[in-house]
């Protein structure tokens, strides 16, 4: 197949104008159904930068002058 042949088939095709469904309203409900939940992990690593922090708080300094 050539380029005139391929260009012309690519012209024949029909691209649709837009998403077949509106996803608003289903982002919209996600949001409202789902709260924010905390798994063990996130009370483990929020623990262990307090921890940081209280054993070393030079580092607080620190990570303020990077922000």
């Given at each position: 197949?050539?380029?005139?042949?391929?260009?012309?088939?690519?012209?024949?095709?029909?691209?649709?104008?837009?998403?077949?469904?509106?996803?608003?309203?289903?982002?919209?409900?996600?949001?409202?159904?789902?709260?924010?939940?905390?798994?063990?992990?996130?009370?483990?690593?929020?623990?262990?930068?307090?921890?940081?922090?209280?054993?070393?708080?030079?580092?607080?300094?620190?990570l303020?002058?990077?922000?």
């Amino acid at each position: 197949m050539n380029d005139d042949e391929l260009l012309k088939k690519l012209r024949g095709m029909k691209m649709p104008a837009g998403p077949e469904a509106d996803l608003w309203d289903r982002v919209q409900h996600r949001i409202a159904e789902a709260p924010a939940r905390f798994s063990a992990w996130d009370w483990a690593i929020a623990a262990a930068a307090a921890a940081v922090f209280l054993l070393y708080p030079e580092l607080a300094a620190a990570l303020l002058y990077h922000l």
